[in-house]
């Protein structure tokens, strides 16, 4: 199974020893919102789940993605 870790590391293009709970996407080099949308995008086919508006907003860091898989019950 993916990992939100393997899904930051294609969609950004990361070394994936620079995804800590502290990481906020935009500042990655690789951000803008053509690449947060295919994180979204990432996220829902890889997890077979359909985010919100509101989920989708506040997806801007890793642990703020993390909480927002844990209450769909998905480990990321």
């Not at 709970?21 to 500042?27: A, E």
């Not at 690449?35 to 860091?61: D, G, R």
Request: glycine letters at 2%; a negative charge.
């Amino acid at each position: 199974m993916t990992s939100l870790k393997e899904i930051i590391v294609d969609i950004f293009n990361v070394n994936s020893a620079l995804i800590w709970d502290d990481l906020v996407f935009k500042n990655l080099e690789s951000w803008d919102s053509l690449s947060h949308m295919n994180f979204v995008a990432a996220i829902e086919k890889t997890f077979h789940i359909e985010l919100t508006a509101a989920e989708i907003i506040a997806m801007q860091s890793y642990q703020e993605t993390k909480h927002i898989l844990q209450k769909k019950g998905i480990g990321a």
